[in-house]
């Protein structure tokens, strides 16, 4: 399903932060939202992370410190954003930034969930 700006909110500023660990983007319907960097990049919409269907999704630990080192626009639809550990193949649309933003807490919750389940953390690298 195609998103347009007559449906969905448009971004009205995206900015990295200094210390490279918090994505802000505003949209014109007045939402703004500080996302962490290790946030996007362990729900990043990827294959790599995503695969091609629920079962292939992977849960990443160690990234508790990973930063954002580009933001580059793709279109006028989304950014493709480049980690600092050489992750740079997710294409996150305003759509998604929107509702990551929306849902920060109980994504990075179940993200934490995950972890403990697969005995991984955010500090040590590991893949399941």
Do not use: C
Not at 33 to 48: C, K
């Amino acid at each position: 399903m195609s998103l347009t700006h007559a449906n969905s909110p448009w971004p009205v500023e995206i900015r990295v932060a200094k210390d490279r660990r918090t994505l802000h983007v505003g949209f014109d319907d007045g939402a703004s939202f500080d996302l962490s960097a290790e946030l996007l990049r362990v729900t990043s919409p990827s294959a790599e992370v995503q695969g091609h269907s629920e079962s292939e999704r992977k849960t990443i630990g160690g990234k508790r410190n990973v930063g954002i080192l580009s933001v580059d626009p793709i279109g006028n639809y989304a950014v493709r954003l480049g980690f600092d550990d050489m992750h740079s193949t997710g294409i996150f649309s305003w759509a998604l930034l929107h509702e990551t933003g929306r849902n920060a807490g109980p994504r990075f919750q179940s993200y934490l969930d995950d972890l403990a389940a697969k005995g991984l953390d955010r500090d040590k690298p590991g893949v399941r």
